[in-house]
């Protein structure tokens, strides 16, 4: 088992940069293909990023490629978000997820943070 802890979250103006981090506990870090997905009030919990278990391999949702990278640390046992030229659609409570799949489906990450709040103002 694994548990999450987002952070990094803030009000930031449109076109700025943000950088989350997310800090896993336990042993097997590295185990896990880890993503990133957010929830917009009144929406349905999207995928953002994610990344391989050796971070090797990234995938991302196609409004956010160019803007967002993600990358992991596993010595650190942390997982970063890095989102650049952000917009007042970027908006959401970002969640960082654990999983075994390198998928963008929410029914393949089984560990979940509580969430960090992103909001960007236009």
């Known amino acids: 088992q694994v548990q999450l802890v987002e952070s990094g979250g803030r009000l930031v103006q449109a076109g700025g940069s943000l950088r989350l981090s997310c800090a896993a506990s336990g042993r097997t870090f590295s185990s896990y293909v880890m993503g990133w997905f957010r929830q917009s009030p009144g929406k349905e919990r999207s995928f953002v990023a994610g990344i391989s278990r050796s971070g090797g391999s990234t995938f991302y949702t196609n409004s956010v490629k160019g803007r967002f990278t993600t990358s992991r640390d596993n010595a650190k046992n942390t997982v970063y978000l890095q989102m650049n030229n952000l917009k007042p659609e970027d908006t959401a409570v970002y969640y960082c997820?654990?999983?075994?799949?390198?998928?963008?489906?929410?029914?393949?990450?089984?560990?979940w943070g509580q969430g960090t709040h992103v909001t960007v103002s236009s």
């Open positions: 997820a654990a999983g075994d799949m390198e998928s963008m489906s929410t029914n393949y990450y089984d560990y």
